[in-house]
């Protein structure tokens, strides 16, 4: 008899997705912006592949992190956030074996839902040249294998598809309908080229579907009132936390070389004491004698 490993994060996405709201996902790269993701009183978040990749490695989102790096970091980020949060499993590191073992580790790591996607591998960021997509049979193995590995641990899967940028809308749409009836949770077509585009995904597909809100990309950018009244559940925001991070230091070291820093645009060490946990582990500390 197979055992289900429980995931109190999946049953709580779940719960969110019941709504009819739009949930916003800031998208954090490392532990400390999952904390602050969480602070700043948003319900999920999302563990950009993208930014992870440019956090943990210092290196593009080409492909080069590893099955073992990205558990890891997914592991690091569950422990410093009660948030819900889909963790990017790439294409699943392998063949179908490899997609069910990606997704029973990352749920097992702490994410409420694991996203697969059909690429080829190594994959590529979604906003950049060169991506191409394996064959509709071997995309649609890899949901299935993400769909069995439910049966040992709870997890949501997030579908997605990049065949929009070298196959059309019309082929995107037929993966994403068929990742759904496969048992897909949360469709994820990538880089839909207009607002038109848009409209005709969450008209036309079933589920629940996730805009990627990337600043610069193909996608346009909308209110959040206009992704909801499309029809959008999900709005993740892949980037826009790690470009505010990256523009900050390099304008904050140019200024440190010219000795110019302003203290006033610096967070205050208090605040960034207490937001970085020192303050509730001392408070805790003191219960104990050693």
Do not use: W
Request: proline residues 4%; contains cysteine; charged residues 25%.
């Amino acid at each position: 008899m197979t055992t289900t490993f429980p995931n109190p994060r999946a049953d709580r996405l779940r719960e969110l997705l019941a709504g009819d709201d739009l949930l916003l996902s800031p998208c954090c790269y490392d532990a400390l912006s999952a904390r602050m993701i969480e602070q700043a009183g948003f319900e999920m978040s999302f563990m950009s592949g993208f930014a992870a990749s440019a956090s943990r490695i210092g290196m593009p989102d080409l492909g080069l992190m590893s099955y073992g790096e990205v558990l890891d970091h997914t592991r690091n980020i569950a422990e410093a956030t009660r948030l819900p949060f889909v963790a990017d499993g790439d294409t699943g590191y392998g063949n179908a074996m490899n997609v069910i073992r990606t997704v029973k580790g990352l749920g097992r790591a702490g994410a409420a839902a694991v996203m697969i996607e059909d690429q080829v591998a190594p994959k590529r960021c979604g906003h950049t040249p060169g991506k191409a997509v394996v064959s509709r049979d071997v995309a649609y193995d890899r949901i299935r294998a993400a769909v069995d590995a439910r049966e040992e641990q709870d997890v949501l899967i997030l579908a997605r598809t990049d065949a929009r940028h070298d196959h059309g809308l019309g082929e995107a749409m037929e993966r994403a309908a068929m990742f759904h009836e496969l048992g897909a949770d949360i469709i994820f077509v990538e880089a839909p080229q207009s607002e038109a585009e848009m409209r005709r995904i969450c008209d036309e597909l079933p589920g629940p579907q996730m805009a990627n809100m990337l600043e610069g990309g193909a996608t346009p950018i909308l209110p959040h009132a206009e992704l909801r009244d499309i029809g959008f559940r999900i709005a993740a925001y892949p980037l826009t936390l790690l470009s505010a991070v990256m523009a900050t230091a390099v304008e904050t070291l140019a200024a440190l070389r010219e000795d110019r820093v302003e203290t006033g645009r610096l967070m205050e060490f208090g605040e960034l004491r207490d937001r970085i946990g020192f303050n509730d582990y001392y408070t805790r500390a003191d219960r104990y004698e050693s």
